[in-house]
């Protein structure tokens, strides 16, 4: 698993084999990226299934809960097929663009 610190988020993109030994190394180093925006890099070699990516609601329910961002790159995959509060977008500008309006939304209070 990569971790690259950018300025107003931390990029997770996998160096794995399979999706599942990435999901288990981001489990285990996510006590570490509490309290960060991320953004979540799922690479398309992996083929991940909408339950595959699910795996990672969790994680995006607690960020949000602790002010902060969570967005999966998930390039084919239909958005409308997972809830409304899970940040999932085709593209690393499209999750950068939801990065920058949430702090702006945190920012005015929202």
């Not at 950018?6 to 084999?17: A, P, V």
């Not at 991940?48 to 949000?64: D, G, M, R, T």
């Not at 997972?82 to 977008?89: A, D, K, R």
């Amino acid at each position: 698993m990569n971790i690259t610190d950018k300025t107003d988020y931390t990029l997770i993109t996998s160096d794995e084999k399979t999706f599942f030994s990435f999901v288990k190394n981001f489990e285990n180093e996510h006590v570490n990226l509490i309290g960060k925006n991320l953004i979540i890099q799922i690479s398309e070699e992996f083929n991940a299934s909408n339950k595959n990516i699910l795996l990672f609601l969790k994680y995006a329910h607690e960020h949000q809960n602790n002010g902060t961002s969570f967005v999966v790159v998930s390039k084919d995959v239909i958005i409308d097929d997972f809830p409304e509060t899970f940040n999932i977008v085709p593209t690393l500008v499209e999750a950068e663009d939801v990065i920058e309006m949430e702090n702006i939304q945190r920012d005015l209070g929202f």
